[in-house]
T-cell receptor, first 114, second 115 residues
């Protein structure tokens, strides 16, 4: 099964708070898990990505936590800012098949209130 | 200035007409992809191409066609057979050996409205 399930669908956080978005996958052959950030009317931009051989990756205020046994991964945005308000997509890919095609979650619309 | 360009940004067509969306990249990437995005949904793969003169169907290829005659270009044609063509269309490309090797970079998108 190729699905990636993402939650919540929408999230409202106060400025300075922590935003947490979760994703779950079924196919254990996935070996690359990126997060994309998309502003209205724009194309998605790669934010951060992780391979399953590590449990956590941090880049600035953004952290991916990865739980291989549970087949889950999450994005944490620390000290959330109004400029972080956007739609976030998780995705998964497996290099060895189908041209490294990405399977996307449904997206989470994040609103950070000032 | 390297990147992916899509044109036009907005496109309006009458039902029953074919329309071609442009995607150009100057990143020297081998692989290119077309996705469709509908409100409140994730991106769905239409077609992808790993090398020139070769392409494969994605999950929702019906009613669409592509060509890959040049490395830099991967145009998408939305045919009259596509039952619900109004959507936001995104093109992406991926190059070898970048970071983890899987990164896809997206263009700014074309919003197609068919009435």
């Amino acid at each position: 099964q190729q699905q990636v399930k993402q939650s919540p669908q929408s999230l409202i956080v106060q400025k300075g708070g922590i935003s947490i978005i979760n994703c779950a996958y079924e196919n254990t052959a996935f070996d690359y898990f990126p997060w994309y950030q998309q502003f209205p009317g724009k194309g998605p931009a790669l934010l951060i990505a992780i391979r399953p051989d590590v449990s956590e990756k941090k880049e600035g205020r953004f952290t991916i936590s990865f739980n291989k046994s549970a087949k889950q991964f999450s994005l944490h945005i620390m000290d959330s800012q109004p400029g972080d308000s956007a739609t976030y997509f998780c995705a998964a890919s497996m290099k060895e098949t189908s041209g490294s095609r990405l399977t996307f979650g449904e997206g989470t619309q994040l609103t950070v209130n000032p | 200035d390297g990147g992916i360009t899509q044109s036009p940004k907005y496109l309006f067509r009458k039902e029953g007409q074919n329309v071609t969306l442009s995607c150009e990249q100057n990143l020297n990437h081998d692989a290119m992809y077309w996705y469709r995005q509908d409100p409140g949904q994730g991106l769905r793969l239409i077609y992808y191409s790993q090398i020139v003169n070769d392409f494969q169907k994605g999950d929702i290829a019906e009613g669409y066609s592509v060509s890959r005659e040049k490395k830099e270009s991967f145009p998408l044609t939305v045919t009259s057979a596509q039952k619900n063509p109004t959507a936001f269309y995104l093109c992406a490309s991926r190059g070898p050996g970048t970071g983890m090797g899987y990164e896809q970079y997206f263009g700014p998108g074309t919003r197609l409205t068919v009435t």
